[in-house]
Nanobody
């Protein structure tokens, strides 16, 4: 079992930055690929970014490429999402998730990000 706790959300003006953190506890963190997802009001949850177990490979949805950076620190059991040049359309609840195989099986409770125009 893996427990995930997100933090770092908040209210920011358009063009600003936030860094989200996701702290993991439980089984070996470095065994898992990690992802960030988001869900805006009235919309389905969507993939934002992912990182493999070592941090050597990262993936992003097109809408955040060049603005967001996913990283991880396996010594601290933490994955990060650095978000720069934020836009109002980035407003959503952001979730981190972990997977050992094909599907994300563990999810955090989410953290709210609100970007004002």
């Amino acid at each position: 079992q893996v427990q995930l706790v997100e933090s770092g959300g908040g209210l920011v003006q358009a063009g600003g930055s936030l860094r989200l953190s996701c702290a993991a506890s439980g089984r070996t963190f470095s065994s898992y690929a990690m992802g960030w997802f988001r869900q805006a009001p009235g919309k389905e949850r969507e993939f934002v970014a992912a990182i493999n177990w070592s941090g050597g490979s990262t993936y992003y949805v097109d809408s955040v490429k060049g603005r967001f950076t996913i990283s991880r620190d396996n010594a601290k059991n933490t994955v990060y999402l650095q978000m720069n040049s934020l836009k109002p359309e980035d407003t959503a609840v952001y979730y981190c998730a972990a997977r050992a195989n094909a599907l994300y099986e563990y999810w955090g409770q989410g953290t709210q990000v609100t970007v004002s125009s």
